[in-house]
């Protein structure tokens, strides 16, 4: 787990790793399947952090969505941290809501993957749930990790 708050997610363009990012200016990046493939703790010299939201990896290869809400690649979906700091999908079109809230309470961070078959959330607390999407959407996209 990242030491501070999340503040930014993200896939890389080639929808093959994603990085997290803290207020502080940890962040991590990993691969789909769970292993760390980079790593910077917090920086020591950092004496009075940057309280505003970061892109990690900046200068990466990195497509990154840490907004409120993120339409998905296609602009068929849009996900979105609603008023309770839940995640939800909604269909673009027609603004209805495609099944429950998505992982846990206190969302701060979502992403969708550049080639539209995955999306992230997540929480305050450093949890990330990451889901595969069959579109069109009929149910409820399948948690994975």
């Known amino acids: 787990m990242l030491p501070g708050e ?4 993200a896939f890389s363009r080639k929808a093959d790793s994603m990085v997290a990012g803290t207020r502080s200016g940890s962040f991590r990046r990993w691969d789909l399947q769970g292993e760390v493939l980079s790593d910077r703790p917090q920086p020591q ?4 952090a940057d309280p505003a939201p970061r892109q990690p990896g900046a200068d990466h290869d990195f497509n990154t969505a840490s907004q409120p809400s993120i339409e998905s690649p296609d602009k068929s979906y849009v996900l979105e941290i609603d008023a309770d700091r839940h995640a939800r999908l909604h269909d673009a079109a ?3 809501t495609v099944g429950p809230a998505l992982g846990g309470n206190h969302a701060c961070c979502l992403a969708f ?3 539209n078959a995955r ?3 997540a929480c305050y607390d450093g949890k990330i749930d990451l889901w595969e999407v069959w579109w ?3 149910g409820l996209p399948e948690r994975v990790r």
Not at 45 to 48: F, L, P, T
């Open 94 to 96: 027609t603004g209805k």
């Open 136 to 138: 069109p959407i009929e």
């Open 113 to 115: 993957s550049p080639d």
């Open 45 to 48: 010299n950092d004496v009075a």
């Open 119 to 121: 999306m992230a959330t």
């Open 6 to 9: 999340l503040a930014s997610l």
